[in-house]
C-alpha cells in the first residue's frame, strides 16, 4: 500500500506510511491526509533541479564540534531570503549536535530542537512553505580535543570546515584560532587537494607526473636530464595542491607550514592540521538551461 500511494502522490515513503496508519489503511483519506499536509505538493517538485541554495555552518559552544552543510533550492532568489538561510542554519545546527551517520540517518532523525518533526518532515514543510525543491546535499561534521574552524564565503557560495589537532595551550589560544580561521581563508581560496604530499591522490600524482614526461620530451629535452625535470614540476605541483606547502595567501613570503611553525613558536602549543572539508555550492549539478526561443515558441504554439 505505501508503494501504491508513492506512486499516486510521488510523496516520500515515510510520509506515505504515516498517511496510511493516520487513515486506518483507507488510501483516498491517505491521499486526503498528504494533500493537507502539502507533502503532496512538495512531491511534486522532487524532480526539479534544486543547484542554487547556500553552504552553512556551525559550531558548538565548546568550539570542539563544527559542521557545515550545502542546502539547495532551485533559484538564487530564495537562497537568500531568511526563511531558506534560517532552515539551512537549523540543519546545520542538527547536524553539529546529533551526529548523523550519513544523509539517510540525517533525514530519519528527530530535530534537535523539535522532536515532533524529523529533518525529512522539515524538508517537505519547507518545499511547501518557500514554494521550491529544497534539498540537503551533503555535510561534513568534526568533533575533536584540538580546535575546529568554519568559514563561509559569499553568502554561502562556498563553505570550509578545518580541524586543528592541538594541547591544553593551543585550545586557550587566540592565536591558534586566528590560525585556524586562516587556514579556511586558505583552503577557499586555494582550493588544496590534501593536507600533505603523503595525502595527494596517487593516481592524480602518476598522471602528473607523464604529463610532465611528455612534455619535456616533446620540447626536445635530453633523456639524461628528463627524471630531474619531472621531479622538478612535481615539486612545484605539490605547492599546488598540498595545503601545507601552499603559499599563504595573506603573506606571499610564508608557506602554510611555515606559519603553523612560527604559530606554534609564539604560543608553545603543539600544532598539527588534520583534516578539512571545502564545499562550493551546487558544484557537479547540472544546473537548468532556460531556452526563452524554446519558450516563446510553445507560448505561440499554444
Wanted: charged fraction near 35%; hydrophobic fraction near 40%.
Amino acid at each position: 500500500m505505501v508503494k501504491e500511494l508513492r506512486e499516486r502522490t510521488n510523496a516520500g515513503m515515510m510520509d506515505c506510511k504515516k498517511a496510511l496508519v493516520s487513515s486506518d489503511g483507507d488510501m483516498d483519506k491517505a491521499i486526503d491526509w498528504l494533500r493537507e499536509k502539502g507533502l503532496a505538493q512538495a512531491a511534486k517538485k522532487a524532480s526539479r533541479i534544486a543547484a542554487e541554495g547556500a553552504v552553512t555552518q556551525y559550531i558548538t559552544p565548546c568550539g570542539c564540534t563544527g559542521a557545515i552543510v550545502e542546502v539547495n533550492c532551485e533559484t538564487d532568489f530564495v537562497a537568500k531570503t531568511d526563511n531558506f538561510m534560517n532552515f539551512a542554519n537549523s540543519v546545520a545546527k542538527h547536524i553539529a549536535m546529533a551526529n548523523p551517520a550519513d544523509l539517510d540517518e540525517l533525514l530519519a532523525q528527530k530535530f534537535v530542537d523539535d522532536e515532533s518533526k524529523t529533518i525529512s518532515d522539515m524538508i517537505s514543510d519547507a518545499t511547501v512553505a518557500i514554494g521550491e525543491k529544497i534539498s540537503v546535499r551533503r555535510f561534513e561534521r568534526y568533533q575533536t580535543e584540538g580546535v575546529v574552524s568554519t568559514y563561509i564565503h559569499m553568502g554561502g557560495k562556498v563553505g570550509v570546515l578545518v580541524e586543528v589537532a592541538t594541547d591544553e595551550t593551543g585550545k586557550n589560544s587566540d592565536e591558534v584560532k586566528a590560525f585556524a580561521h586562516d587556514l579556511c581563508l586558505q583552503i577557499a581560496a586555494a582550493k588544496p587537494e590534501a593536507v600533505r604530499r603523503e595525502e595527494v591522490d596517487a593516481t592524480k600524482l602518476e598522471k602528473e607526473k607523464e604529463i610532465q614526461r611528455a612534455k619535456a620530451i616533446e620540447a626536445g629535452k635530453p633523456e639524461k636530464i628528463v627524471d630531474k625535470i619531472v621531479e622538478g614540476q612535481i615539486e612545484k605541483y605539490y605547492k599546488e595542491v598540498c595545503l601545507l606547502d601552499q603559499v599563504f595567501v595573506k603573506d606571499g613570503d610564508k608557506t602554510i607550514k611555515g606559519l603553523m611553525a612560527e604559530i606554534a613558536k609564539a604560543t608553545g602549543a603543539k600544532l598539527d592540521v588534520v583534516r578539512y572539508a571545502r564545499f562550493e555550492r551546487g558544484e557537479g549539478i547540472e544546473k537548468r538551461k532556460d531556452d526563452l526561443a524554446a519558450e516563446i515558441a510553445a507560448m505561440q504554439k499554444a
